[in-house]
């Protein structure tokens, strides 16, 4: 085989696995929906969620980093891929014990292999190829993480939130407790089967990857992470990057976290009818990642980058200031803007790191913690004030700074050019 036919089979194996974390980032999404009514919980409390799953990315990214120093990406990524499994199997055990924290812990193991995924997965594909096409090729690999996100959305409409006894909190709070166990047995099991399916599908991921021979991209040295550091934390554009790659994970993690309650809100529908508006808002999103792939042949990356982040704001602002659909529509809007964010992002803040790429990526991951601590904060202001409305003020301010590094990225690579 060819060096260039091993990178392409190398670049479609890898671009699977974007698939399935969008796949399982989505699907947990929904799940703050699902445990609010099963459990009857605050939003603050159904923000746990995401605290763990993106918890889990802020400590074991940097791990990863050394790993695949160490190593190789194809280990990394076949550790990861392992941890996946073995927390969406945990599930299982979680949706019989019927304890919230068995499933925060499932969801932490779950999401510690997504942190070392991505830490292999995203700099391995700006090495597959020249080094100019890098964010672009990136764009296109992270085309295929909403396609797995809407996948997670579908499963979770018709597998987890169509199974959700229609029993509001007062009426589940007035029942007698074997009767509740018996409705919050049934909804957890429902909880329980997507994840251990994609258990499956994914052990076979995992053989096939394993039995493939793929390109190494490894560095030969040693991963000085003192003296990388220094250089980074010097470094204007990277910095800026980690900073705005925390924010914008937030108000991502935020605006879908919250979306099925805003719809519900809105729109007085249940959870299920309400993720038919969170399923369009990733098609939205996936739609406008081709589309802005193929403008980036046009325009500056950080250039799109401006662009989309202070229309995002204004669409936060009208999300929060109108109602009924056209405060639904604005919000669904809101996914268009974002669909370019992370990957440009993360290409820019890499951009002529040379050896310092791994430490780097690793940091750019562990601002991943953005979608652990912003949406609690959000869920917070929601419990708060009373108004899941107001609270998306949290993801408008996320905009801004990523608006803010467009500009200082703009800067940096006028610099280079010169």
Known sequence: ???NNRNILAFVLV???????????????????????????TDFQTSFVQSAF????????????????????????????????A??????PASYTM????????LFILAGGLSILETAANPYILELGPPEDATRRLNLAQSFNPIGSITGGILSKYFILSKLDTASFEERSNMDLTALKGIQA?????VMGPYVGVAIVLVVLWLVIYFTSMPQAKDSGKLHLKSSFTRLIGNKNYVWSVIAQFFYVGAQIGIWSFTIRYVMVELSLDEADASTYYIAALVVFLVFRFICTFLMEFIRPSVLLQVLSFVAIILVALAIVGSGYFGVIALLLISACMSL?????????????GDDAKVGGAGLIMAILGGAVLPAIQGQVSDYTGSIKLAFIVPMICFAVVFYFGLISKKFEVQKEI
């Open 54 to 85: 993106y918890g889990a990315y802020f400590c074991l990214a940097l791990p990863a980093a050394f790993l695949i120093k160490k190593y190789n990406y194809k280990t990394g990524i076949l550790i990861g891929l392992g941890l996946f499994i």
């Open 341 to 353: 964010m992370f990957p440009t992002i993360f290409g820019l803040g890499l951009k002529n790191l």
């Open 186 to 190: 049934k909804e957890l099991q429902a």
């Open 1 to 3: 085989m060819t060096k």
């Open 99 to 106: 304890v919230y924290g068995h499933f925060l812990l499932a």
């Open 15 to 41: 671009t699977s696995l974007f698939f399935m974390w969008g796949l399982a980032n989505n699907m947990t999404d929904t799940l703050l929906a699902a445990f609010k009514r099963v459990l009857s919980i």
């Open 87 to 92: 927390g969406a199997l945990l599930f299982y």
